[in-house]
């Protein structure tokens, strides 16, 4: 997979790149992640933003930079994503659809946004990791990146794992233990030392049911198991 990360601060996403699972496939070949400065691109003394048509306060991301920085990528299919608080909220099946394309490209916004014509004329859709309001887009690009990174293969080391995780079988993952047994008078629960396999298997399952319904109760109502 590539990615191309179109940022005008390109040092908040490159050291997240060396480091950890993304800094390993990055390293090994699995993903190909290039960061982009979006000023390289601006005309006019590096600028990429201008006052807002209709006035109010806060400065917009112009344009041409932004068309100019995906044209200079060169031809093929890309899927161009802007990391918006009014887009699409990120959740595992966007990110499994998102791990199946071959090129993505990342349009990290600054101010109080970009030109909407980048979202209609690229065009660029729109996505959210939450409802909360950032300084810009390259967490968010962050975290997207490191969700999508998973799905790609070989870069968890058991990919059987990933089955097992929060959300991809409509429920959170169950809570997990490890020695010691006990803590500060915490006691390990004794099914998970029985050695019995399917009751392990059952308690999980129910485990993981009844965190759901105490943190995310919403998750349940879409429960494939209910």
Not at 9 to 18: A, T
Not at 117 to 141: K, N, T
Not at 173 to 197: A, C, I, K, N, W
Request: net charge negative.
């Amino acid at each position: 997979m590539r990615v191309d990360v179109l940022t005008i601060f390109p040092g908040i996403p490159e050291s997240p790149l060396r480091e950890s699972l993304l800094g390993k496939a990055v390293e090994r070949g699995l993903l190909d992640v290039r960061v982009h400065d979006i000023r390289d691109h601006a005309e006019d003394r590096r600028m990429v933003d201008d006052t807002s048509f209709g006035g109010g306060p806060g400065m917009v991301m112009k344009p041409e930079p932004v068309f100019a920085a995906v044209d200079a990528l060169g031809p093929g299919p890309k899927r161009c994503i802007l990391l918006s608080p009014a887009g699409r909220r990120l959740d595992q099946a966007l990110v499994r659809e998102l791990a199946a394309e071959p090129w993505l490209v990342l349009v990290c916004g600054r101010y109080e946004g970009v030109d909407e014509r980048v979202v209609q004329g690229l065009p660029a859709e729109e996505i959210s990791i939450g409802d909360y309001v950032l300084s810009g887009g390259e967490l968010p690009a962050l975290v997207l990146l490191e969700a999508v990174s998973r799905l790609v293969p070989g870069v968890v080391g058991r990919e059987e794992s990933l089955a097992r995780e929060s959300f991809e079988e409509g429920l959170l993952d169950h809570p997990h233990y490890t020695r010691p047994r006990e803590f500060r008078g915490m006691q390990v629960p004794e099914v998970l030392v029985s050695g019995d396999h399917a009751a392990v298997e059952r308690w999980r399952r129910e485990a993981a049911r009844a965190k759901t319904e105490r943190n995310r109760p919403d998750l349940l109502r879409t429960d494939p198991g209910d």
